[in-house]
Structures are given as C-alpha cells and as structure tokens.
C-alpha cells in the first residue's frame, strides 16, 4: 500500500508543479520574455468535451474538459489575438508573414460528445475544428482499452488477471488500487505486441460480463453520425488509423496498412480524401520518421503528434510531425490557455 500511496503523491505533487509552471509561463508572457517562444500559431489537442462526472477513478481525466471550459479557451486565445483556422490551411499559412497568431482546434477519435457539447459551442464562435476519426472505433470492430479499464474498475472490487507471470487477484477496493491498476494495465498494452495484449484484455472484461464493443459504440460516432457531422461547415475529419495502435512498433507493412487503409475509408464514406491525418498516442515512443515519410507518400498535407510546442516558420519542413498542445483535463483555467500558447513552457523543457 505505500507504494501505491507513494505513486498517487508523486501525480498530485507533479500536477502541482505543472500548474506552478503555467503560473510562471503566463506572468513571463505578460512581461514580454520569450516572445519569440510562441512562434505563429498553436494547435490544440482535445478529446472528449462534456460536463464533468465524478468517479471514483478517473484515469482519464487529463483527456477530459468541460464543454464552459472549451468556451473559456477560445475566450482568451481570442483576447490575445489569434485567428482560428482549419488545419488544412496551416502549410499556406505558415508560409506567409501574417499579422496575428493563430490557433487551431483538434478533436481525437471522434466521441459524440464531440457532437453533443463541442460543436455547439464552436459554432457560437464560429471557430473551425477537425475530429480525427478511428476506422475501427466507428465500424464497431476495434475496442478502446483505455475506455474499457476505466469503465471496469469503477464497476468492480476484484478481478483475477495475467500480466504474464501468471494469474493474479487484483484488489480494485478504493482510488488508490484503482489508479494502480490502471498503471499497470498501461504498462501491459505498452509494452508488448498491442493487438494481442488488447484481445486479452478484453477477453477477462468480457468474462466479467462486460461488452468491451458496447463502451466503444456508447461513446464513438459511428459511420453514418460522421459523415453527417462532415456536412457541418465547420467540420473536417481526419484520418486516425484502423485500431489505433502505436505506428512505431508495428512492421512497415503494418502501419502502411493501418492509415492507409483509415484514409481510404474516409474517403469511402465522405467522398472525399482526408487531408490530414493524426497519430495515435502521438509521442516519441509511438511516431517515427518512418510514419511521417508513409504519411508524405499518402497525400496527407498535415500531420500531427501529441509532442507538445508551437509553430513556427522553420515547422514548414515538418508537416508530417506538428506539434500539439493539450488542453488537459487537470488544468482548466483561462491563464492556462495563454501560458500554454505562449509557448514558454515548451522553450523551457527543451533549455
């Protein structure tokens, strides 16, 4: 128990450490340090956007904001100057020397709340975003083990799993074992072949009486909720593979095959090819220059990860690799936003 006590103190003491970060990036930027730092725009990751629920665990609060504070966000970036842009015109923005920075939104794997809480307030400010929709999360035959977990371990006290050294009981009693279980369930889809590791995983949920499948139609748009969203003026979609696994550990062929194949069914179902594309997880450990020359080879015009930082002119030859900004779920606070797309906190941890 002291080290699962120890490791929830260290997230809330590095939660703190953050916000202090952001508290200092944001009074740097009001003074005029670094300016340079925010280079000509930003673009923000989201994923879901809805009003917030309380659980007993929430391991995935850090992909979670609430729809007034999505509203606050675009506030303050719009206080602050910036235009906001659909992704696909980033490459032709970048190459000119505009007035003012500019800010674009993401949406990855294409939840419905998306659609039920995001877009409306887009549509109120008129500000256009991209979701990135997962081939099998959509057509139903993929599941989302992060998903699956959580909504497992707020569902039961004990379970017996095999993380590969055999059969184990796991007590699920309380946040910190909850949040400890999670870690490890992390750990065991990371590091090892993902598919296999997943269809285990949601081979002892499906044991446990829960339908791994049902999570992911409960929460996801399917196919026909995409392409009518697509209609919106607002909207694009984004190709975001098949299963959304990490690129970077599959073999050439395999993770050809998984965008590939997301492109062209997104072009299938909309009639028109995607121009950008999102990688799953999105950091160093899961894209490499592997991915982002097959994503150049495919046509897409813009790619992006989860490594956060802005854009600048020099981000011209990357644009199989932009950065992105998270706004997470911990952080929710308008003086975040501006800390964030000042760009400081990105030039200090590279310092």
């Known amino acids: 128990m002291s080290a699962v006590l120890d490791a929830l103190w260290r997230r809330r003491v590095k939660r703190g450490l953050i916000a202090s970060g952001l508290q200092t990036a944001e009074l740097m930027s009001k003074l005029g340090v670094m300016a340079g730092a925010r280079g000509l725009g930003a673009i923000f990751t989201l994923h879901h956007v809805r009003p917030y629920q309380q659980q007993e665990a929430d391991p995935n609060r850090h992909l979670e904001i609430t729809p007034e504070f999505l509203e606050t966000a ?23 020397s505009a007035p003012r920075p500019f800010a674009c939104f993401t949406l990855d794997d294409g939840y419905k709340n998306n659609r039920d809480h995001a877009l409306p307030v887009f549509e109120r400010h008129a500000v ?39 059969p184990e009981q796991l007590d699920l009693r309380g946040e910190l074992n909850k949040v400890e279980a999670f870690d490890r369930f992390a750990r065991f889809v990371e590091q090892g072949n993902e598919a296999e590791r997943v269809a285990a995983l ?83 450990i899961s894209v490499s220059q592997r991915e ?59 310092s």
């Open 74 to 96: 675009i506030c303050q970036l719009a206080a602050d100057g910036y235009e906001f842009l659909p992704l696909e015109e980033v490459p032709n923005r970048l190459s000119q």
């Open 292 to 350: 982002e020359q097959i994503a150049m080879e495919l046509g897409i015009s813009v790619a992006v990860t989860t490594q956060p930082g802005t854009l600048c002119v020099s981000t011209q030859n990357r644009m199989a690799a932009l950065p992105r900004i998270s706004l997470n779920g911990y952080y929710q606070k308008p003086h975040y936003v501006a800390a964030l797309a000042s760009g400081i906190p990105f030039s200090l941890m590279r």
């Open 202 to 284: 949601d081979n002892a949920v499906q044991g446990l009486g829960m339908e791994p499948l049902d999570i992911t139609a409960a929460l996801t748009m399917g196919e026909r909720e995409l392409v009518e969203l697509a209609q919106h003026p607002l909207v694009s979609l984004g190709a975001h593979t098949v299963s959304h696994p990490a690129l970077r550990r599959l073999s050439h062929s395999d993770a050809l095959q998984e965008m590939e194949q997301s492109i062209e069914w997104l072009s299938g179902i909309t009639g028109k090819r995607p121009q950008t594309f999102a990688y799953p997880y999105g950091n160093a």
């Open 128 to 166: 256009p975003f991209t979701i990135f929709a997962t081939k099998g999360f959509a057509q139903r035959t993929h599941t989302i083990w992060w998903e699956t977990v959580a909504k497992l371990l707020n569902s039961i006290d004990r379970m017996e799993f095999d993380f590969g050294q055999g």
